[in-house]
């Protein structure tokens, strides 16, 4: 089993800038894909950006294209994604997942380890 833990959330002006980091504990040996998604109140959870165990494929929603950063260290078990330029309808609480492989995926079913959350809110 892997666990995660997301931290670095918190309350921003528009405009401004976080950077949530999720960290790995447990059976981490081998080949773990990551990703971001949030929830916003009353929706459903949307993917944000996803990241290969290797490094060399990341996608992003279209949403957060150009704002939004994922990256990862492997040696510390370590996934990142950097925000900037935040918007109010980037309020949600984001969540961190992971899947065994390389391969990265926009959906969310593909993740089989969750994080517990981290609250992100962005006031205009």
């Known amino acids: 089993q892997v666990q995660l833990v997301e931290s670095g959330g918190g309350l921003v002006q528009a405009g401004g800038s976080l950077r949530l980091s999720c960290g790995a504990s447990?059976?981490?040996?081998?080949?773990?894909?990551m990703g971001w998604f949030r929830q916003a109140p009353g929706k459903e959870r949307e993917f944000v950006a996803a990241?290969?165990?290797?490094?060399?494929?990341?996608y992003y929603a279209d949403s957060v294209k150009g704002r939004f950063t994922i990256s990862r260290d492997n040696a510390k078990n370590m996934v990142y994604l950097q925000m900037n330029s935040l918007k109010p309808e980037d309020t949600a609480v984001y969540y961190c997942?992971?899947?065994?492989?390389?391969?990265?995926?926009?959906?969310?079913?593909?993740?089989?380890?969750w994080g517990q959350g981290t609250r992100v809110t962005v006031s205009s």
């Open positions: 447990g059976r981490t040996s081998g080949s773990y894909a």
């Open positions: 997942a992971g899947r065994t492989g390389d391969n990265a995926y926009s959906n969310y079913r593909r993740y089989a380890y």
């Open positions: 990241m290969s165990w290797s490094g060399s494929s990341t």
